[in-house]
């Protein structure tokens, strides 16, 4: 504007002097008016443009995005304090960089031809989506294009080509599709191409003009066809990275060209044929990954060449022959992967010789011979995985003392010899496992001076001797796995001071004598397994054992009554109590075990009645059989007998008194009878209140609770439903909170008083009360009691001062608290929750209304499912036929058309809540994504990146736990009913051991999960 009314005034002098207008050009002074020449004003008048672009643009966004550029005002100009702006000597634009602004919208409102002169635009790391629009080519100059990190969709535009000035090209992490434009072929001065991460498809193009490029990466897309066998034109590469595509064919032998490569990156895709002998030539290498692809034959000896490589990744092939002996010349190993071969014969005797080496992974394959006696040498080795394979050597003599030492992992070979007790000589040392082995001699009292050992598995082996007091030391080991070995003697007393221990396996082997209180004092134990012993004496009463998921104490010589303390241990899953000399009756408070789902007591002498309680009535008659008298309503057994004789001679005892009282007071009943059918036909509207007001007694009654007092005291104590004690609403009722006189605080559930909804509302609430009644479980929600009753209806539960899931996962402050592991419990607590329903409830019961803002969770972040208003009691002789229930976005699809229900229903929710839990929001259109036709657009997506990103990234042992729930995930969130597990398959793959993923974890797409 400036320069328009200046150059008008100019014009205005010039035709009222007659000057001539190449003077007007000239620098002269006309009273206090200065004039300057022509191309000044032009420089105004482009600064005027670039302002009035960028502030356009910064209009167009989101109004935080505006916040965070407030800075961009035309009251000043973009070359003196506009935030990510760079100017040039003229105060012409050349650098835009907004990278990690937090910045949201387009870049359609973006007038590229205004800037001339740009040299530079980044605007990675932020929020921006849509297409990227063609009119980009209008930046001639620009040598750095950095979008990575947005949400870009689309094609990339072939008007890309244009940029022939362009160096740097960084489109990675977008959501880009299509296929990679030709022109991109025409970048000649291009040094860096990154479109990687996205969902681009179709072949690499031909990029063999591209002779200045250093990094090439394509990696996560779905490209197909082969590596260019132009590749090794490109001598000026470093960094090749193609992986996690559908590329074929194999590898160009001109690959010995790229003398200058330095990371050469092809695992996940489709490759085959053999390693090249020439990529013996690439020796500034640094990292070579060639896994999870179809190579065959050997590995070629050129590739000792490669003095400078640090990581050496094979797995998953199907290599074949010896390991070359110029393995031997690394010496700057860091990582060695060769599992899921096919090698044979013995390792090199001089790897690691530098002492260099961090990993060594060689599991899985058919490596035979002894293990390298350089291996002693490797001063900074942290991690030895030799599993899996058949190398033999006498054990005590093959390695030796590691300072920097962290895990070994030596199981299922044939090493033979005794355990060394320079194992304890590691300082580090948490996890030592040599399982599945031919080791002999006694374990080394020296173990127990291993002061970090967390892990200890030494289980299927020849050991012998007694379990060394020392390994009371042990403190922070949670792991003890010795079983199926020779081993003999007590346990020993020092075990109680293993107070960390979860797991404690002494299977299989010929300890005697009682077993000790000390074992029931390990409070966190998880899993005990005593069974295939010769233990003696009765069982403790492991009272204190709370925490303990299975117990097995089988095949031993243990006597006497079962004690009635075991039935305190509320989360028991698993009871194994077979083949011992176990008698007299089981107690009868066992049916209050909510949690147990497995039973075995057969081979006893045990007899009576068993326990009312479903692992007991469905368990099989092998779990039952070969006792002195057990009865009941269970497979195999007879049925117990209602009443003993003496019991039939009190009856008719009883009977013969009832007979002579009737008599007597027949009339009398006659008459009453008469006088309360004239007082009820005459009772007033008021007296039916008050009779419903006495029914409110008999309800209660089932709680065991005065009906009128309690009903009374809830009405005090939430001050008749004062809105001050709300904690929370839904589409049929309110939540308030309670404290009782007695202390105690309740949840309470209080139906709307809506008229029209007052039969649906009343078909939920009976749905509610008689679902609870059915099921206990220690991830239920707790049922106290309900009241039906004309001016209020409400439920009573247990109050969890940890909330609704939502509510967690949608406060900050609250979800960073809800770490991992604190998630993966509520995970499991649900999935056992819905397995007891499903399979441990007959009929089985259907919730209908999975998701977060039904499952509730106390301080210790144990679970409970809630609000049972629209499950129902499946019924097994036909279609279960209902109309829908449930909340939107959480149930299965076939609910849209189909009004039968079943357990899938649930599975469905439970997906979706998962990933709820795992993603720290509602999954939304991700779950579409999957479907049949659109999942290549996410299968791409990086697990890591989708996880709730107000944590941390996951860490042992929960990053297993996250990558199989995702795995369980995608299988619930099948499409079809009859594709998705059922929650006992989820249940049991909760509990079997899980296969490490952990160092794949950065690399894992969901797309592979998925197909898992």
């Known amino acids: 504007m400036a320069f328009t009314k200046l150059l008008l005034f100019r014009l205005i002098l010039c035709s009222l002097l007659c000057l001539d207008s190449s003077q007007v050009l000239k620098v002269f002074t006309f009273s206090s008016f200065a004039f300057v020449p022509i191309s000044a004003y032009e420089v105004a008048e482009n600064q005027e443009r670039e302002a009035s672009a960028l502030f356009e643009w910064r209009v167009s966004l989101d109004n ?107 489109l990675a992490k977008n959501q880009l599709s299509g296929t990679i434009p030709p022109t991109i072929g025409m970048l000649a ?136 002996p110029g393995l031997n010349n690394f010496t700057n190993f860091q990582s060695l992967q060769l599992s899921s071969n096919s090698f044979t014969g013995p390792l090199p005797q001089q790897i690691c010789l530098g002492g260099s080496l961090r990993k060594f992974a060689a599991n899985s394959n058919y490596f035979t011979g002894p293990v390298p006696k350089s291996l002693k040498n490797c001063s900074s080795l942290t991690r030895v995985n030799l599993s899996g394979n058949q190398l033999s050597g006498n054990i005590s003599d093959d390695f030796g003392v590691y300072p920097n030492l962290t895990f070994v992992e030596l199981s299922s070979n044939n090493f033979y010899g005794h355990i060394s007790p320079n194992w304890a000589k590691c300082p580090n040392l948490t996890s030592l496992k040599m399982f599945n082995n031919n080791l002999s001699g006694g374990i080394p009292p020296e173990l127990g001076h291993a002061p970090k050992l967390e892990i200890l598995d030494l289980s299927s082996n020849h050991l012998t001797g007694k379990i060394p007091e020392e390994l009371g030391n042990l403190t922070s080991l949670f792991d003890l796995s010795i079983s199926d070995n020779e081993l003999y003697g007590n346990i020993p007393t020092q075990i109680g001071a293993l107070s960390r221990l979860q797991n404690l396996e002494l299977a299989a082997n010929n300890f005697g004598g009682p077993i000790p209180k ?67 009756a089981i107690p009868s408070s066992f049916k209050d075990m909510i949690s147990l789902t497995n039973v075995n007591i057969s081979n006893n002498q045990l007899e009576g009645s068993i326990p009312n309680n479903p692992a007991f009535l469905k368990a099989p008659f092998d779990a039952l059989k070969n006792n002195k008298g057990l009865c009941g309503n269970a497979s195999g057994l007879v049925p117990c007998p209602e009443l003993s004789h003496s019991g039939k001679m009190k009856r008719k005892a009883i009977m013969l008194a009832s007979f002579l009282t009737l008599g007597a007071l027949f009339l009398l009943v006659f008459t009453t009878g008469v006088s309360l059918c004239i007082y009820y036909r005459r009772a007033t509207k008021a007296k039916k209140e008050e009779a419903k007001e006495e029914k409110v007694e008999d309800h209660f009654a089932i709680w065991s609770y005065d009906g009128k007092i309690l009903y009374e005291n809830i009405i005090e104590a939430t001050e008749g439903f004062d809105d001050k004690y709300l904690i929370g609403e839904g589409g049929s009722a309110y939540v308030y909170k309670a404290k009782l006189s007695t202390g105690q605080i309740v949840a309470v559930k209080k139906l709307h008083e809506v008229s029209d909804e007052e039969t649906l509302n009343l078909k939920a609430f009976t749905n509610e009360v008689k679902a609870l009644a059915e099921i206990k479980h220690r ?56 397995y007891h329903m499903h399979h441990g409830c007959f009929p089985p019961i259907v919730h209908r209304d999975i998701s977060s803002k039904n499952i509730l969770i106390d301080l210790d972040y144990e679970a409970r499912i809630s609000d049972f208003g629209t499950a129902k009691i499946l019924n097994p002789d036909s279609h279960n036929l209902t109309a829908f229930a449930g909340t939107y976005g959480y149930s299965a699809p076939e609910l849209a058309y189909t009004m039968e229900v079943n357990e899938k229903c649930d599975v469905f929710s439970f997906g979706v809540l998962c990933l709820e839990i795992i993603m720290g929001k509602h999954p939304g259109n ?64 909760f509990v079997m051991p899980k296969s490490s993923s952990v160092d794949l974890f950065p690399m894992i797409t969901l797309g592979q999960l998925v197909n898992n």
């Open 926 to 989: 991700l779950i579409s994504l999957f479907s049949s036709s659109e999942t290549s657009s996410a299968s791409n997506l990086l697990l890591k990146d989708v996880l709730d990103q107000r944590l941390p990234q996951p860490a042992k042992p929960d990053v297993e736990e996250v990558i199989l729930i995702t795995k369980i995930t995608f299988a619930c969130l099948s499409e079809s009913p009859r594709f998705r597990p059922s929650m006992e398959q989820v249940h049991n793959e």
């Open 779 to 834: 991830n239920i929600v707790k049922s106290l009691g309900y009241c039906l009753h004309p001016r209020f209806t409400f439920l009573i539960y247990e109050f969890l001062e940890g909330g609704s899931l939502d509510k967690v996962l949608n406060n900050d402050m609250h979800a960073t608290k809800f770490d991992w592991n604190k998630r993966v419990k509520v995970v499991k607590g649900v999935a056992n929750a819905l």
């Open 518 to 584: 000390q074992v029931g004092e390990l409070l966190n134990l998880l899993h005990l397994n005593l069974s295939k012993n010769k233990f003696r004496g009765r069982i403790p009463s492991f009272i204190q054992l709370q925490s303990l998921e299975d117990l097995d104490l089988s095949w031993n010589l243990l006597n006497g009554e079962i004690s009635v303390a075991l039935a305190s241990m509320q989360r028991l899953e698993t009871l194994n109590l077979s083949h011992n000399n176990l008698s007299g």
């Open 64 to 170: 935080q995005s505006q916040a965070s550029l407030s800075s961009w005002t035309t009251r000043v100009s973009p070359c003196k304090s506009w935030k990510g702006i760079v100017c040039d000597n003229s105060n012409s634009v050349t650098d835009i960089n907004v990278t990690n602004f937090g910045l949201k919208g387009t870049l359609h409102s973006l007038n590229f031809s205004s800037f001339p002169k740009l040299l530079s635009l980044d605007i990675s790391n932020n929020s921006f989506s849509g297409t990227i629009p063609p009119q980009i080519a209008n930046l001639s100059r620009v040598s750095q294009l950095k979008m990575d990190d947005n949400l870009f969709s689309g094609s990339i535009p072939e008007e890309i080509g244009e940029l022939r000035n362009l160096k740097q090209l960084i």
């Open 189 to 324: 001065n291009l040094v860096k191409l990154d479109l990687s991460k996205n969902s681009i498809s179709g072949t690499i193009p031909s990029i063999r003009n591209l002779t200045n490029i250093q990094l090439l990466r394509l990696s996560n897309n779905t490209l197909s066809g082969s590596i260019p066998p132009y590749i090794g034109d490109l001598v000026t590469l470093t960094d090749f990275e193609i992986q996690n595509n559908s590329i074929s064919g194999s590898i160009p032998s001109n690959i010995g060209n790229l003398t200058k490569l330095v990371n050469f990156y092809i695992p996940l895709n489709m490759i085959s044929g053999s390693i090249p002998n020439t990529i013996g030539n690439l020796v500034n290498l640094y990292a070579l990954d060639l896994s999870r692809n179809n190579l065959t034959g050997v590995i070629p000896s050129s590739l000792g060449n490669l003095t400078n490589l640090v990581f050496l990744l094979l797995f998953n092939n199907t290599l074949q022959g010896r390991l070359p």
